[in-house]
């Protein structure tokens, strides 16, 4: 009996230091779109999500992404889908995410001091893009480098940067082009994330408790 406690404390403490390295690499040239995401623990165990098919069609209920998705895990294809995201999807996740901002009190600090406990050592947004028009060109340029810009700082604030970002925006004079690579890596402990998803199961179990205790008796 004690060799199994001893065993389950050593399985809960190596749960709670194991160190997570998240590698997302997006780029698209033209209209081909292409997503890697590869999750690695330990640096031994990999799990890699590759997503070559990104395609935005119009249907009848408005804008849909396709995706097809390849799961690759430690170098062999386990599983192949196809995925539909619809407004209607997107709606509902957000009307998921005001309902629980709703139930659980002060669930954005939950939030923010979780961010703050992933690292990014590496960011890298590369562009190369022209309009076939040179004036236009040049004010799409500045436009860029300026939402880039945004971009990084709204990231340097809610995640700890370590390393500084690498960008570029090359403009293409004579032809109408649209190459762009972001890609960066992320670090954080994986006790860190149990802890807050459990900061936020008993929030909403508390939320709850006094929803019912606030509730009118009928006699």
């Not at 590869?38 to 935005?56: E, F, H, N, Q, S």
């Not at 998705?69 to 005001?98: A, C, L, P």
């Not at 890298?124 to 022209?130: A, I, P, R, V």
Request: net charge positive; with cysteine.
């Amino acid at each position: 009996m004690v060799w199994v406690f001893v065993g389950l404390l050593v399985l809960f403490i190596l749960v709670i230091i194991t160190p997570v390295q998240v590698t997302c690499f997006y780029s698209r040239e033209g209209n081909n779109d292409h997503l890697e995401i590869t999750i690695t623990a330990w640096g031994v165990i990999r799990r890699k999500y590759d997503i070559p098919v990104l395609l935005l069609k119009l249907t009848e209920a408005g804008p849909e992404l396709v995706a097809k998705e390849e799961t690759i895990q430690q170098g062999r294809k386990v599983r192949e889908r196809v995925k539909d995201f619809t407004r209607r999807q997107v709606k509902k996740w957000y009307q998921n995410y005001r309902e629980l901002l709703e139930k659980v009190r002060d669930l954005m600090p939950l939030v923010k001091e979780l961010f703050r406990r992933i690292r990014c050592t590496h960011f890298e947004w590369h562009t190369l893009l022209g309009t076939g028009q040179a004036a236009e060109t040049g004010a799409l340029t500045g436009l860029i480098w300026g939402v880039k810009s945004m971009i990084v700082g709204v990231i340097s604030n809610a995640i700890s940067l370590r390393a500084m970002p690498a960008m570029s925006v090359q403009p293409v004079w004579n032809q109408p082009l649209l190459h762009t690579k972001v890609h960066f890596v992320l670090h954080f402990y994986l006790g860190h994330f149990l802890f807050s998803g459990l900061k936020v199961i008993l929030r909403v179990r508390k939320s709850k408790q006094r929803k019912w205790q606030a509730a009118p008796t009928r006699a």
